[in-house]
Nanobody, 118 residues
Framework: QVQLVESGGGLVQPGGSLTLSCAAS????????MGWYRQVPGKQREAVAT???????SYADSVKGRFTISRNNAVNTVYLRMNSLKPEDTAVYYC????????????WGQGTQVTVSS
């Protein structure tokens, strides 16, 4: 059974930083593509950053230069370092995973709230 457990969300002031973590279990992490998505009420979930098993990364235009995705295969964990946070980054952030040969992310965490506000 695949489990993804996020942590690290919270309240931060504009311009501040947060690091989200996602611990994965029940999956061959080294062969797994990992991603971070976010969603605000009334809007579709959007991809924020992805990190494939081949170690390629991609970012949404809105977070390029501010967010960094990384992974540590030794501890089955993916991270999202978020700098220069803006109020529009406020959302529930979800960790996602899929086997590298699948087209869509199929495993999801429970989500962690990030609120950027003064």
């Amino acid at each position: 059974q695949v489990q993804l457990v996020e942590s690290g969300g919270g309240l931060v002031q504009p311009g501040g930083s947060l690091t989200l973590s996602c611990a994965a279990s029940g999956i061959m992490f080294g062969n797994t593509d990992m991603g971070w998505y976010r969603q605000v009420p009334g809007k579709q979930r959007e991809a924020v950053a992805t990190h494939t098993s081949a170690r390629t990364t991609s970012y949404a235009d809105s977070v390029k230069g501010r967010f960094t995705i990384s992974r540590n295969n030794a501890v089955n964990t993916v991270y999202l370092r978020m700098n220069s946070l803006k109020p529009e980054d406020t959302a529930v952030y979800y960790c996602a995973a899929k086997e590298s040969w699948k087209a869509r992310y199929v495993y999801w965490g429970q989500g962690t709230q990030v609120t950027v506000s003064s």
